[in-house]
């Protein structure tokens, strides 16, 4: 049951694979480890520039010799004018106040003109790299984009959040799916489906697309051991990705303050939000959420609004403070643990051999 085509394409040893954390969380030595221990490890490359990208995959490279992924940020065309920029700026400076910060009125829209650049530049670095593996959130790259990674025989990997956007990914091109059940935590990778019809719940997600795809399916959202495993076998996946599970090990960049914030809540404490980067995501309830949630609705879109609470979101983790932090959970906070990747490969690895032998 844990080999399949996914471990044998990805050439890895367990259908496991890290979720590729935007942000800092997949440090080389995370990404690294996992692929030490028969996983495939994810760089998180979305708000990395070009040069940075380069930068950790050769870092990588140093630390193991096994496969390893990058995930790259798929760029939206967005709509915001100057005064919900600066509206929205109003309503953070009492926060930035609070946290001694100067205000702000808001910034160039033409900042983000870039994105494209930017994520084109990426794929340059990714080809010219040799990395074997890439996965995409937010959307599908164009046409181009697809034939020139497949021309250099890397594996694609698309994203998906009903069975609608799994179709279309299997119609770009893409070699595989990951179906993000709403349990997910942080971003999921909707792109066509509204914020309301994408929350499917994973085990509701995970036949209906199967049945409806003939690329291999990789379950993500919630899971957090070989039970999670196990099930998404059961139901038709060929492997999971997980993120929070990875998040609390030893070896991830998470902050300490955001590690002990999950090591620490319940499964009721995890809500959506868009406060933080006007894209809906789900994390730990916290003060910065409560106070925002009544100008949720007018808040500007992703990308904007995440670069106008980046300034919070550094101080407030500079202090150690939770408050303003953007503390991005699963909705199985009670499974995470404090130990090494090998540690939770191996432990999942010999449950879900044990599963199996019920089975």
Request: hydrophobic fraction near 40%; charged fraction near 20%; proline fraction near 4%.
């Amino acid at each position: 049951m844990l080999n399949n085509e996914i471990t044998e394409r990805l050439k890895i040893e367990y259908p496991i694979i890290q979720a590729p954390m935007a942000g800092g969380v997949t440090t080389s030595k995370l990404v690294a480890e996992v692929s030490n221990s028969g996983g495939l490890g994810m760089i998180g490359a979305g708000y990395l520039t070009p040069i940075q990208t380069r930068e950790q995959i050769r870092e990588i490279k140093q630390l193991t010799s096994n496969p390893f992924g990058i995930n790259l940020f798929v760029p939206n065309e967005f709509n915001v004018t100057e005064s919900e920029v600066k509206s929205a700026s109003e309503v953070l400076n009492p926060i930035r106040e609070q946290l001694n910060l100067s205000r702000k009125d808001g910034f160039e829209i033409s900042t983000f003109n870039n994105a494209y650049e930017t994520f084109n530049d990426q794929v340059k670095v990714v080809i010219e790299e040799k990395v074997p593996i890439c996965s995409f959130t937010f959307g599908i790259p164009s046409k181009e984009v697809i034939a020139e990674l497949k021309q250099h025989n890397i594996i694609l990997i698309g994203t998906a959040t009903t069975v609608r956007e799994a179709i279309e990914n299997e119609k770009s091109g893409m070699d595989m799916v990951v179906v993000q059940g709403s349990e997910a935590g942080g971003h999921r990778g909707t792109f066509i489906d509204g914020y309301q019809e994408s929350q499917v719940g994973l085990m509701s997600l995970i036949p209906q697309v199967v049945d409806n795809v003939s690329i291999p399916v990789i379950s993500a959202g919630g899971i957090m051991d070989a039970r999670g495993l196990m099930a998404s076998i059961c139901l038709g996946a060929k492997g999971v990705q997980m993120g929070t599970a990875f998040l609390t090990c030893v070896e991830s960049g998470a902050h300490k303050v955001h590690k002990e914030a999950i090591l620490n809540a319940n499964e009721d404490q995890t809500l959506l939000t868009r406060s933080f980067s006007g894209k809906w995501a789900r994390g730990i309830k916290n003060k910065f959420i409560l106070k925002m949630k009544k100008h949720e609705d007018l808040l500007p879109d992703y990308p904007v609004q995440n670069t106008l609470t980046q300034d919070i979101r550094k101080a407030s983790s500079a202090q150690n403070n939770q408050d303003f932090m953007s503390l991005w959970s699963g909705q199985s906070p009670r499974l995470a643990k404090s130990q090494t990747v090998e540690s939770l490969i191996k432990n999942m690895i010999a449950e879900a051999k044990k599963i199996n032998s019920y089975i």
